[in-house]
């Protein structure tokens, strides 16, 4: 079985400090963990992903993660937050089903960024 | 070229109704699923479908019958509709562990 526990359901910051948003796992099999962001009344996009090499993975607009295998955790981190980063932000394990033939994703609650001028 | 599609957007309907949502990916991708966004924004498998055959079945109602006419489709009939199946019904696609959603439909039951 596999679960996403998201510590901060709303984290509010000032525009250009840094943020991190908080992600534990667990799983018992291959660990693949996403990152999706939903901005308000759309749709689900890829953030980022890690699915093996480097533990470091970042984003095309300056997000970026870390695999802590240890700690179990898959934190989400921008060095200076843009008030467009205003959005509700999931984090994602992705494993195989019980019959091993389809993966599916299961989703933390949710942290919903909110970006004060 | 939008890669997950979604039609309606936004569906408002009444108790007792029927309706379908439809899906379709042009990525190439086997395997699609249609996943449930509650209320609280909490998301959760519903199906999956791996070339045509039903693979994961989360314990929904069989109110809700998926269809797949072929690989690039999945829709979704929903029965007999009730107010809780109000919410947002994301249908994604996925190749490997990787999936990709489309824009949602926001389903309204009054």
């Known amino acids: 079985a596999q679960s996403v526990t998201q510590l901060d359901s709303q984290v509010p910051v000032f525009e250009e400090a840094p943020v991190e948003l908080r992600c534990n796992y667990s799983?018992?099999?291959?660990?693949?963990l996403f990152w999706y962001v939903q901005y308000p009344n759309q749709g689900l996009q890829l953030l980022l992903k890690y699915l093996s090499g480097s533990t470091l993975v970042k984003s095309i607009n300056g997000f970026e993660a870390e695999f802590n295998k240890s700690q179990t955790s898959f934190h989400l981190r921008k060095p200076s937050v843009h008030i467009s980063d205003t959005a509700e932000y999931f984090c994602a394990v992705s494993g195989l089903n019980s019959g091993g033939s389809n993966y599916k994703l299961t989703f933390g609650k949710g942290t919903l960024l909110t970006v004060n001028p | 070229d939008t890669a997950v599609s979604q039609t309606p957007k936004y569906l408002v309907t009444q108790m007792g109704n029927d309706k379908s949502i439809k899906c379709e990916q042009n990525l190439g991708h086997d395997t699609m699923y249609w996943y449930k966004q509650d209320s609280k924004k909490f998301l959760k498998i519903m199906f999956s479908?791996?070339?045509?055959?039903?693979?994961i079945n989360e314990t929904v109602p069989n109110r809700f019958s998926p269809k797949s006419p072929d690989k690039a489709h999945l829709n979704l009939h929903i029965n007999s509709l009730e107010l809780g199946d109000s919410a947002v019904y994301f249908c994604?696609?996925?190749?490997?562990?990787?999936?990709?959603f489309g824009p949602g439909t926001r389903l309204t039951v009054t």
């Open positions: 799983s018992s099999v291959s660990v693949y």
């Open positions: 994604a696609s996925s190749l490997g562990p990787v999936g990709y």
């Open positions: 479908y791996n070339n045509k055959e039903l693979i």
